[in-house]
């Protein structure tokens, strides 16, 4: 019972100081959020690929990653989200507007919702079509097997795998290859992370796959969030140095 | 007000959550009913996705789009599917059987795949990625472990291999806490983030 | 154009000399300012006319060899220059200012200065014999007829005033009468905008636009099928003279106003006058040197001159500009009725020979595993030693007594099946064989008929499984159900915390994440064990190292460890040495990319090398 008091304690804390870094990061960078900030090379190519499939009048083609049946998404699910609503916009008046794919329930709505509400700020509701937020599938290969034939769009300009990505993952991402299709994936997974560094795909490991909106420029939220995130794990090397310290020294067993 | 009420809601939420986990027993049967919630609106949404889904691919079949084949076979092995569980029940035997003997050969193919795949971007990732530290570090590693997975040197029992061995397995230990770490502060920062109203996943 | 004082004919602006009859343009020519001629009063007029003539007797010689080398019309020229200065009157001589007097003095002397242009008048008078002077007249008429026509045509196609329209009949433009008298059968859709051009051709495209989208949006099904069958440069290569007549047209205007006309329209000019040129008559020749050095360069495209304007092309340029602008306005329509329609994508080019390593690589697979599940017997497995979490897990399966409560947690996908029941048939046999009671569970529906599948393959009767619904959320809510009673927990299974040993049998690193972080806190480090594929053993170690696991197994090497750790047969169906030869194969194939990249390298510095 003291183990989870401390316990408790001890996450609240970590919670208070993630508040107050967050709080002090959108206070200092208020006027210049994205100053300064450490971006992830993959998504600012992201940007690129959205101008250049937008120019070219190709489609781009986002995976958001998968999720457990009839679960609330996580917020790695999440990650892919920032960059649907940026390519969206993007794609509003796009000769091929964007298509998102998730395999959960949850994230296919929620893409859904994304896609349907940029169309209404275009004021262009009429090009919507349920069919730029689908489900691909409600189970991790079902996700895959809906996943690869978009991925083989001939219209493809890109993909993007974002969010919870398992290992298989890499059949789309060989499948881009062979079509010469730049790709870029991001994923919590540690062993999807390792598998797709093998392929060509430009790659966001660890956080930076959470960090979307950040890199695109498009919420500043999202930019405070990554400076309160280095100020955090500042924070942690130093808790981790500290406790090392302390068990050699014996004073921590 | 249409864009705030979302806000405060999923707010409301978060913090409710919070505050049953660290109170406890007061708030168990507030959040036992929270949850009960959660899981029924998560388990809609998937309905609704499904829904969507067999109206697309129905739409396809209308109108004759490209690959309305798979459409096709997609929406006939829905309803064979979704029927037969009604008819039979999830319990009965033949009917997970049936169920299996359809899946497993698929997914299992679809792994195997992958595996092939795999093989063949090994032999790639130095030709597309070049020589760089996080390729060395990768080839590298993949070699030692790959060896040390065949089990070849364990079974020679040299104790001094078998220390390093041991040690070398617990390497992958240090990277994947500090992804860990990493993804855990980026998690929680953004859950953070969606209970101040900051992000709002929902869209516009 | 000037009047000739002489035989009344019309001259260019810029000529000096008649061309018609060779008389001096004298009284046209104005100099301004001359009035002031001071400063030509330099030296007394006997030093001039001394220095003239010491200049005449000079340049005497070499006029004369300019004279031979030069055509008879220069030497006309000379000739005919001295003989327009004699034939002058006397009476013109005492009557002219001193000023002209002096120029005119100047002209006979100095040659080259002033009597330049007049001996280029003269060479065309030289030019011209009598049997070739009435076809030049004629010619020449011509021209300017054209040119009149050409400028005729500009204030045509000048946007006029509704009200300055003499002909308009009923309120109706003229301009509107002439297209509905050719397009009778257009007459009632067609509805242009009547707008006042009185501003000039800055403004000439818009209101022409405008009236063409409105034509088109009324006559879209007629000129439909023109406008998809042809391309501007069918619908410039048209055979209709009014076609080319426009294509004439077009640009002069475009000269004007060229920065101001839209681009399709500057396009199809261009096309049109790289499309349409027309033979130039057989005495523009003649006339093109001349011209050319008047600085009247003939524009090939404003000035052809074979054709000759009548009134029927006045109507057909403004219809085909107007027809132009409907099918600009038409293809304007069908884009914007193609919006967010898609375009069909063009076929991408598929690069062949791309996967042909692939596949050769694949196949070389295939045929090593095949072989060895053929012709390699399997190997017995050897005593190794256990990794520490596999220990770790046995400890606490060897406490496990008989009536122990053992939740067993299926969360693994089809495909991952052969490799888990592997690893946790062993296992479920050993708790089996315990006495333990099993209960199984899982949250994915695909768990229903995987655990039935493993059970067949642990050997131990078949039970009942419970399913678990809303992912971590249900995790959550089993974790927090103290008293047992929860909606969201299946029937049948108990609060975690009574259960001596959950076991998880994993494939994916969510899922391990779900039960270790949202149920751990509320449960013992001993309570959770975990059987997992090879791929998640790197994110079990800090769990495990942390505490938050009593042990796990990940991987078939480890499951046959454990198995023989409990004195349990490994499944008969483990292929260990295809596991391994699999293994090989992808060292073999790492150790190909590292040196083909390197022999790659080498290759291109090797390459590089000669050519420093």
Not at chain 1, 188 to 208: F, I, K, P, W, Y
Not at chain 3, 176 to 186: G, M, S, T
Not at chain 3, 207 to 224: K, L, N, Y
Not at chain 3, 260 to 265: F, G, L
Request: aromatic letters at 4%; a negative charge.
């Amino acid at each position: 019972m003291n183990e989870i008091i401390t316990l408790d304690l001890l996450a609240i804390a970590i919670v208070c100081l993630a508040l107050l870094s967050l709080a002090i990061a959108l206070l200092t960078s208020r006027k210049h959020p994205y100053r300064n900030l450490r971006k992830n090379e993959a998504l600012l190519d992201a940007e690129k690929l959205m101008h250049e499939a937008a120019e070219k009048g190709l489609r781009l083609t986002i995976g958001l990653g998968v999720n457990q049946v009839s679960s609330a998404p996580a917020p790695a699910n999440l990650a892919g989200l920032p960059v649907l609503r940026l390519m969206s916009r993007r794609s509003v008046f796009n000769d091929q507007p964007a298509q998102a794919l998730a395999g959960d329930g949850a994230l296919a709505a929620l893409g859904q919702l994304i896609v349907r509400g940029k169309y209404q700020n275009a004021l262009a509701t009429e090009l919507f079509k349920p069919d730029f937020g689908l489900l691909a599938g409600a189970t991790p290969y079902a996700y895959l097997a809906g996943l690869l034939p978009e991925v083989n769009y001939r219209a493809n300009a890109g993909v993007f795998l974002l969010g919870s990505q398992r290992p298989e993952t890499i059949l789309a991402a060989s499948l881009a290859e062979q079509k010469d299709l730049p790709l870029v994936a991001g994923t919590d997974d540690l062993s999807a992370q390792a598998v797709l560094l093998a392929t060509n795909a430009r790659l966001c490991l660890g956080e930076d796959a959470l960090n979307a909106g950040a890199a695109l420029e498009s919420d500043p939220g999202a930019a405070a969030s990554v400076r309160a995130q280095d100020w955090l794990r500042v924070l942690a090397v130093l808790g981790l140095l500290a406790g090392a310290v302390l068990k050699l020294l014996g004073v921590w067993q | 007000m249409k864009k705030t009420i979302p806000i405060l809601v999923a707010a409301a939420a978060a913090l409710f959550i919070l505050a049953a986990l660290i109170l406890g027993e007061p708030l168990a049967g507030w959040l036992e009913i929270v949850l009960n919630w959660a899981v029924i609106v998560a388990s809609a949404a998937l309905l609704v996705a499904i829904a969507t889904l067999i109206l697309t691919h129905l739409r396809n079949i209308v109108r004759g789009k490209r690959g309305f084949i798979f459409s096709i076979i997609l929406i006939s092995t829905f309803l064979v599917s979704f029927i037969g569980a009604l008819v039979f029940g999830v319990d009965n035997s033949a009917y997970l059987r049936w169920v299996a003997a359809i899946q497993l050969p698929l997914e299992t193919s679809l792994l195997g795949l992958a595996a092939l795949v795999m093989t063949a971007a090994a032999l790639q990732i130095f030709r597309s990625r070049g020589w760089s530290l996080l390729t060395l570090t990768f080839g590298i590693s993949a070699l030692v472990f790959l060896v040390i997975s065949l089990g070849l040197l364990q079974a020679l029992n040299i104790p001094v291999l078998t220390t390093v061995i041991n040690y070398l397995q617990r390497l992958p230990m240090i990277g994947a806490r500090g992804l860990l770490i990493g993804i855990g502060i980026g998690a929680l920062l953004m859950g953070l983030r969606v209970v101040l109203g900051l992000e709002r996943p929902w869209g516009e | 154009m000037i009047l000739c004082p002489h035989c009344g004919k019309e001259n260019l602006p810029q000529a000096t000399r008649c061309v018609h009859c060779g008389e001096d343009l004298e009284e046209l020519f104005r100099i301004e300012g001359m009035e002031d001629n001071s400063a030509l009063q330099e030296e007394p007029d006997i030093s001039v006319a001394d220095l003239l003539e010491s200049f005449r007797n000079d340049s005497s010689p070499k006029d004369e060899e300019t004279r031979s080398a030069d055509s008879t019309g220069q030497a006309y020229v000379s000739d005919s220059g001295a003989e327009s200065n004699a034939e002058m009157p006397a009476e013109e001589e005492e009557q002219a200012p001193e000023w002209l007097a002096r120029i005119r003095k100047r002209a006979q002397q100095e040659e080259d200065a002033a009597g330049e242009l007049t001996r280029k008048g003269n060479s065309l008078d030289a030019a011209r014999s009598e049997d070739h002077r009435g076809r030049v007249d004629e010619e020449f008429a011509n021209w300017i007829g054209r040119i009149r026509e050409n400028a005729r045509r500009e204030n045509l196609l000048m946007p006029k005033p509704a009200i300055n329209s003499a002909a308009s009949e009923e309120g109706v433009p003229e301009w509107l009468r002439k297209v509905r008298e050719l397009q009778p059968e257009a007459e009632d859709g067609e509805q242009f905008a009547e707008e006042p051009a009185e501003e000039p051709a800055v403004e000439e495209v818009e209101p022409e636009e405008e009236q063409g989208e409105a034509a088109a949006q009324d006559q879209a099904q007629e000129t439909e099928s023109v406008v998809e069958q042809t391309s501007p440069e069918e619908i410039l290569g048209d055979t209709e003279p009014a076609a080319e007549a426009v294509s004439e047209l077009e640009p002069e205007p475009e000269a004007e106003s060229a920065g101001e006309k839209a681009q399709p329209a500057d396009e199809e000019d261009s096309d049109s006058g790289d499309a349409e040129e027309l033979p130039e008559s057989a005495a523009a020749p003649q006339f093109a040197p001349v011209l050319e050095e008047l600085g009247l360069a003939a524009d090939g495209a404003a000035l052809e001159l074979d054709e000759k304007p009548a009134s029927s092309e006045e109507l057909s340029a403004d219809l085909l500009l107007l027809r132009r602008q409907k099918e600009n306005a038409q293809i304007l329509m069908n884009l914007i009725g193609e919006e967010g329609r898609g375009i069909p994508p063009a076929k991408t080019q598929r690069v062949s020979g791309r996967g042909l390593y692939r596949l050769i690589l694949g196949a070389f697979l295939l045929l090593v595993l095949a072989a060895v599940l053929v012709f390699v017997p399997e190997a017995k497995p050897k005593q190794i030693e256990n990794p520490a979490p596999a220990v770790a897990l046995k400890d606490v399966l060897d406490r496990l007594a008989s009536g122990d409560k053992v939740l067993v947690v299926l969360e693994y996908q089809a495909a991952t099946s052969p490799e888990l029941e592997q690893i946790a048939a062993p296992v479920l046999r050993e708790l089996e064989t315990r006495g333990a009671e099993l209960q199984f569970l899982t949250t994915h529906p695909n768990g229903l008929w995987l655990a039935d599948a493993l059970m067949r393959a642990a050997e131990i009767p078949t039970r009942e499984t419970a399913f678990l619904a809303g992912g971590r959320l249900g995790v959550l809510a089993a974790a927090l159900n103290s008293e047992g009673n929860s909606a969201v927990i299946p029937a049948g299974i108990e609060e975690l915390q009574k259960y001596e040993l959950i076991l998880l049998l994993e494939d994916s690193q969510t899922d391990i994440q779900n039960w270790i972080e949202q149920a751990g806190p509320w449960l013992s480090a001993s309570k959770l064990g975990v059987l997992a594929s090879s791929q998640n053993e790197a994110l079990l170690l800090p769990y495990y190292d942390a505490g938050q696991l009593a042990g796990f197994a990940a991987g078939t090497l480890q499951g046959r460890v454990l198995a023989q750790a409990l004195d349990q047969a490994p499944l008969t169906s483990a292929p260990s040495r295809a596991f391994q030869a699999g293994l090989l194969v992808m060292i073999a194939v790492i150790l190909l990319g590292i040196l083909s990249k390197a022999e790659a390298d080498s290759s291109a510095r090797h390459s590089k090398e000669p050519e420093a």
